[in-house]
């Protein structure tokens, strides 16, 4: 049984940063691309950056680019996402999220994730 479990949500003021966590089990999560998607109130989830399996190489929502940078280590099964510059606009449930197979490259689509974590609140006040 997959499980992806978030952590490090909180509530921060405009400007500060956050490191969400996901820890994956049930999977070799060596061999699967991972992503990022948040949702805010009233609003769909969304993209926000990847990360390959097989080379580490990153793709980002645009923006959040030069703000954040997803990150893996392997041997711990977890995916980062570091926050940095944090708008009032990023705050949102964050989630983690994987393919339901391995090896598959990185994806902006939701429909390309099978499993997802239970999300984090990350708030970012004014």
């Known amino acids: 049984q997959v499980q992806l479990v978030e952590s490090g949500g909180g509530l921060v003021q405009a400007g500060g940063s956050l490191r969400l966590s996901c820890t994956a089990s049930?999977?070799?999560?060596?061999?699967?691309?991972m992503g990022w998607f948040r949702q805010a109130p009233g609003k769909e989830r969304e993209f926000v950056t990847a990360?390959?399996?097989?080379?580490?190489?990153?793709y980002y929502e645009d923006s959040v680019k030069g703000r954040f940078t997803i990150s893996r280590d392997n041997a711990k099964n977890t995916v980062y996402l570091q926050m940095n510059s944090l708008k009032p606009e990023d705050t949102a449930v964050y989630y983690c999220?994987?393919?339901?197979?391995?090896?598959?490259?990185?994806?902006?689509?939701?429909?390309?994730?099978?499993?997802w974590g239970q999300g984090t609140q990350v708030t970012v006040s004014s």
């Open positions: 999220a994987a393919p339901e197979k391995g090896y598959g490259m990185t994806s902006s689509s939701r429909n390309d994730y099978g499993y």
């Open positions: 990360i390959s399996w097989n080379i580490g190489s990153t």
């Open positions: 049930g999977l070799t999560f060596r061999l699967y691309s």
